[in-house]
């Protein structure tokens, strides 16, 4: 028995049954135990590493079970970086394997010597570097503890030499007794304290005007969220991670808040006089009331995170639906329902301006077109993720959530790329389930080579390119938080329906509004990976639900500073709703 195969049948018995990654020759010997081993652990071999980084912290966002990946010393271990911070920043339990050089070059400036640990010391919760076979058992146990109770990453990194070494040739040393670690479960029970639930309950029940803010630690507590907001006569505001935690047909939710949110999201923040908070840390605190302006009460499963944005009287410690199930016995139902209905009154006025925007003929195609097409036509059971740029504004506002779909993006890190990765993820952990990527042309080029990886393991993705020339997002900052023309942003274009051909996938095109909703349902039919390309209107802006004054001076400035694009924005923008402020 190898070293290696220590460390894969440890994972093995942690339940561990896939792997993303890349092989090279600083982590061979695994790749050989992961050969010896393939009829009870997975590999699934990648383009790209970051990719593989990406995939096991979606497998972890979509399972809430360990993602794994793995990479080779030096160049293959820096890869990794993105996609693992992207988990570690979103809350995300996932163990990194990498490999070193001979334990008896480190340090010498040999080929690829980087000292993987010592680069992932912000990152890595537990981070560990392998000293000899014996070794391996206790290192893997703490290491998977580590990132599944803390919810975060882990890297072991593993000289090359000590993978392919038999454990008999290897004395124990005195203290290190074999197999004094274990595998069971251990899920904490965190729960409030009694009194803290009575101060809460008690905030809670003198409030008047009552609003919920709900982000993914609630995820797994639709059910106490609709209980409480129907106790509370309170509107559900839901965090950009938290999309799924109630469908957006529920009549307790607004939807998001932020620059992509809703209106009446906003609202409700601006107007409540009591804030509940249940497991979010949503970053845009100028969203939320003024300090002091609302009573608050947060729930959250980590005690640092209580207070970090807004506040509050009461830190409620623990798990969302535990700590739910013990607050909502203390809450009365509020007769006075005004609060509520006044939010969803405007989710009425919302959905119609959504519908109108989403509906428009124009040609070029407005991008809200074809998400609002594809939106329509998920299954209840689909599983959405999304990149970043101005196409998480129409994924956020024209995907709506139905029935037990899950949604994401990467959220904290915010970076681009994690779609199509992430769909992967998805679709290896649920084989039967509808798994689609909705992407934009800058993120999508970035990692597209892995969307061979879908043709290669038959993974039936569906990917929805939304083809705007530019990278969207950042040409509206430009112009509209700093007041300057756009630079840098245009992209050489990509057909990328012929290059999902020359992959072996399939490959779509829509281009006018009237044949879209035709185009996404047969794409979406269609048996094995696919991409569509939406060539969208580049200047169609991804407008705030409320434009303050000063985007709109900046939005002017920039057009005047000679924007090249000046002449059409004025003509499509301007016949929007900036027109009113510009
Ligand atoms: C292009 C782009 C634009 C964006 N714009 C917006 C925007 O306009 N609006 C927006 O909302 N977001 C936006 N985001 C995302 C944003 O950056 C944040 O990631 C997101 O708002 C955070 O959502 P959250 O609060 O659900 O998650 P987090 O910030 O991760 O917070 C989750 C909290 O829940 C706690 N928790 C976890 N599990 C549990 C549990 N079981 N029980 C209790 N607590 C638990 C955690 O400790 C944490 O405090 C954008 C992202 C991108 C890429
Ligand atoms: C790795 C990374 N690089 C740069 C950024 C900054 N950034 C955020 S959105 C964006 C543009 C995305 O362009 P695209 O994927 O085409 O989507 P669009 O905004 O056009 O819809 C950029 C460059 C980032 N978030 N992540
Ligand atoms: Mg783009």
Request: some cysteine.
């Given at each position: 028995m190898t070293a290696s195969d220590v460390l894969v049948e440890s994972l093995i018995e942690w339940g561990v049954d896939v792997i993303f990654g890349f092989p090279g020759d600083g982590i061979n010997g695994v790749m050989e135990a992961l050969r010896t081993h393939q009829d009870q652990i997975r590999f699934v071999q990648v383009r790209h590493e970051e990719a593989a980084a990406f995939m096991a912290c979606g497998y972890a966002k979509y399972t809430g079970k360990l993602g794994v990946c793995l990479a080779t010393s030096g160049p293959g271990g820096i890869h990794l970086l993105n996609g693992l911070y992207d988990a570690k920043m979103d809350g995300q339990p996932v163990l990194a394997i990498t490999g070193m050089q001979f334990h008896d070059l480190v340090g010498t400036y040999t080929q690829q010597d980087v000292a993987l640990d010592r680069l992932y010391l912000d990152l890595a919760t537990y981070n560990e570097r392998i000293m000899g076979p014996t070794h391996v058992e206790n290192v893997v146990d703490l290491a998977v503890r580590t990132a599944l109770s803390y919810r975060t990453v882990s890297h072991i990194t593993f000289p090359v030499d000590f993978q392919e070494m038999s454990l008999s040739k290897r004395q124990r040393s005195k203290r290190n007794v074999p197999h004094h670690t274990s595998h069971a479960d251990a899920n904490g029970a965190m729960l409030a304290a009694r009194e803290d639930l009575d101060r809460a309950a008690e905030i809670l029940n003198v409030g008047k005007k009552v609003a919920i803010l709900v982000g993914r630690g609630a995820l797994d507590a639709r059910l106490e969220v609709e209980q409480a907001a129907e106790k509370l006569g309170a509107p559900v505001i839901k965090a950009l991670l938290g999309k799924g935690v109630l469908p957006d047909d529920s009549p307790y939710t607004t939807g998001g808040i932020g620059l992509l949110g809703t209106k009446p999201s906003q609202e409700a923040l601006e107007e409540c006089d009591t804030l509940l908070m249940i497991g979010s840390s949503f970053p845009y605190i100028e969203y939320l009331p003024k300090p002091g302006d609302a009573q608050?009460?947060?729930?959250?499963?980590?005690?640092?995170?209580?207070?970090?944005?807004?506040?509050?009287?009461?830190?409620?410690?623990?798990?969302?639906?535990?700590?739910?199930?013990?607050?909502?016995?203390?809450?009365?139902?509020?007769?006075?329902?005004?609060?509520?209905?006044?939010?969803?009154?405007?989710?009425?006025?919302?959905?119609?301006?959504?519908?109108?925007?989403?509906?428009?003929?124009?040609?070029?195609?407005?991008?809200?077109?074809?998400?609002?097409?594809?939106?329509?036509?998920?299954?209840?059971?689909?599983?959405?993720?999304?990149?970043?740029?101005?196409?998480?504004?129409?994924?956020?506002?024209?995907?709506?959530?139905?029935?037990?779909?899950?949604?994401?993006?990467?959220?904290?890190?915010?970076?681009?790329?994690?779609?199509?990765?992430?769909?992967?993820?998805?679709?290896?952990?649920?084989?039967?389930?509808?798994?689609?990527g909705f992407v934009g042309d800058g993120g999508f080029s970035m990692l597209m080579a892995d969307f061979a990886t879908a043709v290669k393991y038959q993974l039936p993705i569906k990917i929805v390119i939304v083809k705007n020339g530019t990278l969207g997002q950042i040409k509206w900052e430009q112009m509209v938080f700093l007041g300057n023309p756009e630079f840098g942003v245009e992209l050489q274009p990509i057909d990328f329906a012929a290059f999902a051909h020359a992959c072996g996938g399939a490959g779509f095109t829509a281009e006018d509004p009237a044949d879209c909703g035709r185009i996404v349902e047969e794409f979406l039919n269609v048996p094995g990976p696919a991409v569509l390309q939406a060539v969208v209107d580049p200047l169609e802006p991804p407008l705030p639900a409320k434009v303050t004054a000063d985007q709109a001076i900046k939005f002017a400035e920039s057009l005047a500073r000679g924007e090249p694009n000046r002449t059409k924005i004025a003509l499509t923008a301007l016949s929007d709703k900036v027109r009113e402020l510009v």
């Open positions: 608050g009460v947060q729930i959250d499963m980590d005690p640092k995170r209580i207070g970090l944005r807004y506040p509050v009287e009461v830190g409620l410690v623990g798990d969302s639906r535990a700590v739910l199930r013990e607050l909502l016995p203390r809450l009365r139902r509020k007769d006075n329902r005004s609060f509520l209905e006044k939010a969803q009154k405007g989710m009425k006025e919302w959905w119609k301006l959504m519908e109108e925007r989403a509906t428009r003929r124009d040609i070029p195609m407005k991008p809200q077109v074809i998400a609002h097409e594809l939106g329509k036509r998920l299954r209840d059971d689909a599983i959405v993720s999304c990149d970043s740029g101005t196409i998480a504004t129409w994924w956020a506002r024209h995907i709506p959530v139905r029935g037990n779909q899950m949604h994401s993006l990467s959220g904290t890190l915010a970076t681009m790329a994690n779609g199509l990765p992430y769909t992967i993820a998805a679709q290896i952990a649920y084989p039967d389930r509808q798994c689609v």
